[in-house]
């Protein structure tokens, strides 16, 4: 990610997309200073904790908190520590009487990480119906085969 902050006119940069690189840290400060113009983030599926988050100023912290309601900034929940770190920051600015911004994207982290468990539950509440599907028309498949077989046997020996 280091090389990315080396481009030429990153005030023209408004996409970045790190899908699935194996990031493991991020600075989101320096990112939202270095790409102004920054409209969309995808650091999904990356192991990312979070560094210098006390360098974000309060407009960061507000663009990152509308980022990651919108989904125009992604951040896998699953992997890293970013967003435990994020929690961790805004709670500590709460605590010192922190802004709307810290209070907006505390709720936005907390109602975010509820939501993955329920997918991953109602997904995996299916998987014997479907491991049962699957294995219900490979046995239709292979007695069909089996029937076809013995037929094409007797009439070669008839």
Known sequence: MDA?????????????????????????????TDFPNLKYLNLDRNPLSAKNLNNLTEKQLEKLADGLKSKQIRISLGQGTVLADLLEYTQQLIKKGGSSSAHKLQEIIQNSSVEPSNKEENSSKYAPLIIGGVLVVGLALMAGYLVGKRRKEKELLD
């Open 4 to 32: 990315l902050l080396t481009l030429p006119n990153k005030d023209k940069v408004e996409k970045i997309n790190f899908f699935g690189n194996k990031i493991g840290e991020v600075d989101l400060a320096r990112l939202f």
